[in-house]
């Protein structure tokens, strides 16, 4: 009898992690779901063609036009800035603490580097536009008061941690035999981090990278405040820009009529940033699975 209600007691125990393991399953159904409805809807009135080669994208106006380019382009150029800073920033911070750093200080510093992935996004906003901003004006006087320069950079500031975070874990779970060895085989310090230990530690380097680039991609106050809300096909930072989640914001804040055409754009270019993010994920999987063959 005692055995018995041990197994059930097992495999009620059982029952329950599945039901666990299976909430992020379901969540990702279920933001699925409810984008594709709307979106299907969507494109019901909307040529997907020009939604994904129009570079024009005003959905608000009397002219109306489709052109996803033109927030995909924000997005992209302000992720790209934010990864540009943040990632060199956070794997050197990263190899300091764990090669170089004594370990009082790495106890003292490394949790108030992740002080700055707890602090309000629209701190950072306003700190790009009322601080960031005005100093890159004075190096270059042709900015836009509104650019892509400014919340890109901060927003690189606020992912520093997550890659610091992640990467000195990841150098730290490298084996000492592998540290030992190097210096056995003459490298001095220098070498053994960057030639050594980071190829090793690099699938959980990767890691940190694809979350940083995806806390940028999803990233909504800071851009909304300091890049502006002009959706154009640019590339070019001095200039005001326009990303899918400030213009999600901009629709979601109640002035178009719900179950309208403009209403379901919203959930069109929600659409699009998942797709993206997925492929990116998947693309940067596979990466860490060919670096994790190479040193095997």
Do not use: C, H, W
């Given at each position: 009898m005692v055995g018995l209600n041990k197994i059930k007691s097992e495999k009620l125990i059982e029952f329950i992690m599945l039901l666990c393991s299976m909430v992020s399953v379901?969540?990702?159904?279920?933001?699925?779901?409810?984008?594709?409805?709307?979106?299907?809807?969507?494109?019901?009135?909307?040529?997907?063609?020009?939604?994904?080669?129009?570079t024009e994208w005003t959905p608000l106006f009397e002219d109306k036009h489709f052109g996803i380019l033109a927030l995909l382009s924000g997005t992209l150029l302000t992720t790209f800035i934010a990864v540009v800073i943040a990632v060199p920033v956070g794997i050197t911070i990263a190899v300091y603490l764990n090669e170089y750093a004594s370990k009082k200080f790495t106890s003292i510093v490394k949790p108030l580097l992740e002080v700055l992935a707890a602090v309000p996004t629209v701190i950072y906003g306003f700190f790009a536009l009322q601080f960031v901003t005005p100093l890159l004006q004075k190096i270059f006087p042709e900015l836009s008061g509104f650019n892509a320069l400014s919340p890109g950079i901060v927003m690189g500031i606020m992912i520093i941690p997550y890659i610091t975070s992640l990467s000195e874990d990841a150098l730290r779970a490298v084996p000492k035999s592998l540290r030992e060895a190097s210096y056995g085989l003459g490298a001095n310090r220098f070498e053994t981090a960057f030639k050594v230990l980071v190829?090793?530690?690099?699938?959980?380097?990767?890691?940190?990278?694809?979350?940083?680039?995806?806390?940028?991609?999803?990233?909504?106050?800071?851009?909304?405040?300091?890049?502006?809300?002009?959706?154009?096909?640019?590339?070019?930072?001095?200039?005001?820009?326009?990303?899918?989640?400030?213009?999600?914001v901009q629709v979601s804040m109640g002035d178009v009529p719900q179950d309208s055409l403009e209403y379901r754009t919203i959930f069109a270019a929600g659409m699009t940033l998942f797709v993206f993010t997925f492929l990116l994920n998947n693309i940067s999987f596979w990466i860490r699975k060919k670096y994790q063959q190479r040193y095997e």
């Open positions: 379901l969540t990702t159904v279920g933001i699925i779901l409810v984008l594709s409805v709307d979106t299907f809807q969507f494109f019901g009135e909307v040529s997907f063609f020009d939604f994904i080669t129009d190829p090793a530690a690099n699938s959980g380097i990767i890691v940190s990278v694809i979350l940083a680039i995806s806390r940028a991609l999803g990233e909504t106050m800071i851009v909304a405040i300091a890049a502006g809300q002009e959706p154009k096909l640019t590339f070019n930072p001095m200039e005001s820009v326009e990303t899918i989640t400030t213009y999600i």
